[in-house]
């Protein structure tokens, strides 16, 4: 399978993610109290759609950054983006579910917000997952220098060891979870990859 076929299959799946996470922003409309207050009851919605909007969006830049610099695709690449893209559909359904019972409190609230940091620790450990494999030598045209790998491994996991630490915290106190998750959407947002060597071309020359 070609670079182009894999991107457009996965842009595909990620924009159709994105599509959905909005269905859930709807209000009850007329006759059911000021157009504010509903607005104001509906402040986990908001919240999570503009957290995981961010999220996807995150890892749709750096999936395309990943693919584009590929010099090989094999079958084991593109189980792996079947993983990410898995927990990439799932992520609207964890979305609209945090959202519905956050407000209530109790034991529902903090299944639900533990159930959308597992999701997104999903997201993050197979989109780590992938970048692992292109690690190998001869399958990106610009290798990490070896000198960089650990750096570049640990600024790619730690929103996913954060992911995972949000699943307990979610059961002492839910706010604190989507905190912690809101923050490491922030923290993508400035993320650098570390510099790249030369391209693979270069090297023979």
């Known amino acids: 399978m070609s670079r182009t076929r894999l991107e457009a299959f ?29 607005l104001a009851d509906h402040w986990p919605s908001f919240v999570a759609y503009l957290i995981s909007f961010s999220t996807i969006g995150i890892i749709w830049v750096n999936h395309h950054a990943l693919i584009a610099d590929l010099a090989v695709v094999d079958r084991a690449l593109l189980y792996l983006n079947l993983v990410l893209l898995l927990f990439v559909v799932v992520i609207p359904f964890a979305t609209a579910t945090m959202a519905e ?22 997201l993050g450990l197979s989109f780590g997952g992938i970048f692992e494999w292109t690690l190998r030598p001869g399958r990106r045209q610009r ?22 630490a949000a699943i307990p915290v979610a059961f002492l106190s839910p706010p604190v979870a989507l905190t912690v998750i809101g923050a490491v959407a922030v923290y993508y947002i400035f993320e650098r990859t570390p510099a790249l060597g030369p391209r693979a071309d270069d090297q023979r020359e």
Request: net charge positive; charged share 15%; aromatic share 8%.
């Open 143 to 164: 290798p990490v220098p070896e000198r960089a790998r650990w750096t570049a491994r640990l600024r790619f996991g730690i929103g996913s060891i954060l992911y995972l």
């Open 10 to 38: 996965s842009d595909g799946v990620f924009a159709v993610a994105i599509t959905l996470l909005a269905l859930d922003l709807a209000v009850a409309g007329p006759g059911h109290g000021p157009l504010l207050r509903q």
């Open 101 to 122: 019972y956050l407000t209530l409190g109790g034991q529902d609230a903090r299944v639900a917000m533990a159930l959308y940091a597992a999701a997104l620790a999903g």
